[in-house]
């Protein structure tokens, strides 16, 4: 018989209790606190969102139903909702903020030298996008987003070449997307990459100030002069590569450099793409193609909501709200930390999803991920009728 340990204790082998330690200490977490501390409350939370549990009282549930084990979770005894839910509206969210951006300084020194991109670029390549996450305006009246809905946004700028994410902001759901680059702190020959909605000269024209590079879709309403054109292999998907100067008067005032402007056109999507950047080395299709990328940050907003549980909060506080998607973005880390250490060639979703339905077993986690995959195994006389063929 296995003596092990289970594969829930197992996972947070891979997080430092003294980091946790050091950032409850910072805000006094667990002052006057006698038995449910903070890395209780914590493990709690990260077991009800690695097992899909759907609300508090759900998680509580499934803890008093597999009571004896939970000694060997470091959980120790099961606790109330009342008690879980307290923790959640009063311990300061930025106790599991800290620890989050601790375990992401863990995963990008693991992850140095990693490049999951099409375009082989030595530069910092940085996603930049938001997601609104709707809550109820009764439940939920500090998030006023409109008249009859509340929101709240989390703002996240996510390394392309790792998915590590870099810089992550919550906001209620009023706070315009293009606010967040006065937050970011721009690092030279980056680029950042984001959609139309961060469209402001001014702006984008202190990134070209820091020698850092922006790419991003043109709008609508994109008025500009064209100064002469480069040649492009319409065979590639690019259809024109100009160099351009903004027409408006206010719109020229906020941004007076030249800019280069890429037509592409994208054959699965048959739809034509304008790109607007300040980079003038790379070619136009890595342009195109590191746009292309961006895709990764709307992976993890996915990731994050569909499976780590911040499409429902178990809280109504600002705090509980932080609290949760502090320790989901944990979560997604650890899980980023595992993959690396072990090696495991599987995506996190399907290690989220394999670790969801073993957390109790005793079976090394490695060993899990060794097994060949059988979902898409056909049985042996699949072409046989069933009875409904009938």
């Known amino acids: 018989m296995n003596q092990g340990k289970y594969v829930f204790a197992q996972i947070f082998q891979f997080v430092s209790h003294n ?3 050091k950032c409850v200490k910072k805000y006094n977490g667990d002052y006057k606190v006698k038995q449910f501390s903070c890395w209780k409350q914590f493990l709690c939370m990260s077991f009800g969102q690695l ?10 549930m499934c803890l008093k139903a597999n009571s004896k084990k939970l000694y060997h979770l470091g959980i120790v005894k099961a606790v109330d909702k009342t008690t879980l839910s307290r923790a959640n509206e009063k311990r300061d969210w930025h106790i599991y903020q800290e620890f989050a951006l601790t375990l992401i300084k863990q995963a990008k020194h693991l992850y140095h030298g990693d490049n999951q991109l099409e375009v082989d670029v030595e530069n910092n390549i940085f996603a930049i996008d938001s997601s609104t996450v709707d809550l109820c305006l009764s439940v939920y009246p ?4 409109r008249k009859k809905k509340a929101a709240v946004k989390l703002h996240t700028m996510i390394d392309a070449k790792t998915s590590i994410p870099e810089f992550i902001f919550i906001s ?4 315009h997307d293009v606010k967040v680059l006065d ?3 721009i690092i030279p020959d980056s680029f950042y990459v984001m959609d139309r909605a961060y469209i402001d000269f001014e702006r984008l024209y202190k990134i070209h100030q820091s020698k850092a590079f922006f790419i991003s879709r043109t709008k609508k309403t994109f008025s500009y002069k064209r100064m002469y054109s480069a040649k492009v292999d319409k065979s590639s ?3 024109c590569d100009q160099t351009v100067k903004l027409k408006g008067y206010i719109s020229a005032r906020k941004y007076p450099g030249k800019l280069r402007r890429i037509k592409y056109f994208d054959k699965k999507k048959n739809k034509k793409l304008d790109f607007l950047t300040n980079n ?3 070619s136009a299709l890595n342009i195109a193609l590191l746009y292309k990328h961006r895709w990764y940050i709307e992976l993890f907003f996915k990731w994050i909501k569909q499976h780590l549980k911040i499409k429902a909060f178990w809280g109504t506080s600002p705090n509980a709200v932080k609290t949760q998607i502090w320790i989901a973005i944990s979560i997604y880390t650890i899980v980023l930390i595992l993959k690396k250490k072990l090696k495991i060639e599987q995506s996190i979703y399907e290690i989220l999803q394999v670790l969801s339905v073993n957390a109790f077993d ?7 991920f060794n097994k060949p995959i059988l979902q898409n195994v056909k049985e042996q006389d699949y072409k046989q009728l069933s009875l409904f063929d009938l």
């Open 19 to 21: 980091d946790f330690n």
């Open 51 to 60: 097992t899909h549990r759907e609300s508090l009282s759900d998680t509580i």
């Open 142 to 145: 500090w998030a006023r987003f």
């Open 172 to 175: 209620d759901g009023k706070m």
């Open 183 to 185: 937050l970011i702190t």
């Open 237 to 239: 998907g690019v259809l």
């Open 280 to 282: 003038f080395e790379l």
């Open 362 to 368: 005793k079976e090394p986690i490695y060993e899990l």
